[in-house]
Structure formats: C-alpha cells, structure tokens
C-alpha cells in the first residue's frame, strides 16, 4: 500500500481532531501553545473583517485537497466565495483556496517551513502566510507564487502591521495579540 489517501481521512473512525495527510502520511498534530491560538483568533478575525464578502470566505483549521495523497490542514485560509462548497464538508479544493496561512509550532517547524509551502505552491495556491514567534510577537512572512516558477516568493516581512494589496487590501494591526 502507498499510504492513506484524502478520502480516507474522512472515513477512518476515532481520529484525533485536526489529523493531516502530509505525503500518503497521517500526522497527529499536538495540542497547541497559546500563543498558536491566540494568533489563529486574531488573523481570522482579521481576514474576515477585511475581506470583501462578496469575493471571499475565511475559515479556520479546515483540510484542503491539494491532490490524492495531499489533505494538509492550514491554520486559516481563505477562499474564493464562488467555491463555497456545502456546510457539511469536511474540506476544500485547493482550487478554492487563495490564502493559506500556518503559524509555526515547534512540533511542526519543518512541515509549516518546507513541505507545506512547497506543497501549496505546486497545488496552484496564489498566496502563502508564514507566521512565527518573534519575543512573544507575531512575525508574518508574506509569499506570492510567481507564475513562471511555480514557486513562492517573499513580498515582505512584517513585524507590528502587516499591509499588503492582495489577495485584497489588508492592514493588519499585529500587537492586537496583546489585547487577546
């Protein structure tokens, strides 16, 4: 057998809450840090008081299928609101998905670093959210993926605020971590 597949995720009984397919692989993600979450709430808050209702959805901590073998679970994510599939889903297409966003826990750090983003660039995803620990505060490592490569690359990174014009205006106010 060459692993599990997407599908099975949905069909294997008792797995833990937010189990990923990473390579025909399933990783059991650990419980994680306030920080994590705090960050998690915030961005998601955020992306859904920005985004233009009649172009985008945010959700938080749902599965994408990037191919059969592929079903990673970004943090937060944003989809094209024309995609919008049925309430009882349990993922999305990743032709659906315009922004993924993941913020680095210690048990993840390769995953989030190298094999996430590789994954969601090759899976045609046009926007990707780095986020990580700085003494405490968020730091946002904010990529494009370009076209002719097919791969990431970095249009900023940023401490405090983040503003970017796309996938649609943003102006993030990153110390809001503070007040959560």
Known sequence: MEGYTADDLDRIPDLPPHTELIDGTLVIVSPQK??????????????????????????????????????PEPDVIVLRADTEIGRSRTWYPAEAVVLAVEVVSPESEIRDRQRKPQLYAEAGIPYFWLVEESSGAPVVHAYERRKPTGAYELLGSFRGRVILAAPFDIDIDLTGVDDL
């Open 34 to 71: 306030d920080f994590h979450t705090i960050v998690v709430d915030m961005l998601t808050q955020e992306l859904r008081r920005l985004a233009p209702k009649e172009s985008f959805r945010v959700r938080r901590e749902m599965s994408i299928v990037l191919a059969p073998r592929q079903r």
